[in-house]
């Protein structure tokens, strides 16, 4: 699971050490040398765990499908952005967020209550 791409639809193999990766970033966080670039390049669909290769030097529009499933993985990259902020509101100023309203009292009636029974 790459987490520098979170949508990431295709593996590649890095062709200078035959190794799987989900991103260029990832194989330079565990490899020591650097990818080398390549023509031809080997892809691995996340949708249908089929191999296929592409030929770089002609890429056309119609090459960014997975040839066995047609899964689009030529997609705008989903990258992880951190977040600095409060879920709600200051639960000193306002109490309310903190009461548990699931739990409500029935404060019905019933004949069938011996709690409240005169002698």
């Known amino acids: 699971m ?10 590649i193999r890095a062709p200078c050490c035959k190794q799987w990766f ?27 765990k089929k191999a296929f290769r592409k030929d770089m030097s002609n890429y056309e529009e119609s090459d960014e499908y ?3 499933c047609d899964n689009h993985y030529v997609i705008e990259a989903k990258t992880p952005q951190p ?12 109490s309310r967020m903190l009461k548990d ?10 004949l069938f209550d011996f709690s409240d029974r005169l002698d």
């Open 66 to 68: 997975c040839p066995h």
């Open 2 to 11: 790459c987490k520098h791409i979170l949508n990431a639809q295709v593996s």
């Open 101 to 110: 309203e699931r739990m409500k009292v029935d404060h019905r009636r019933s």
């Open 22 to 48: 989900d991103c260029a970033e990832c194989h330079e966080e565990t490899q020591d040398h650097r990818l080398k670039k390549t023509v031809e390049m080997a892809f691995i669909c996340k949708k249908c």
């Open 83 to 94: 977040v600095v902020g409060v879920e709600g509101d200051d639960a000193r100023i306002d």
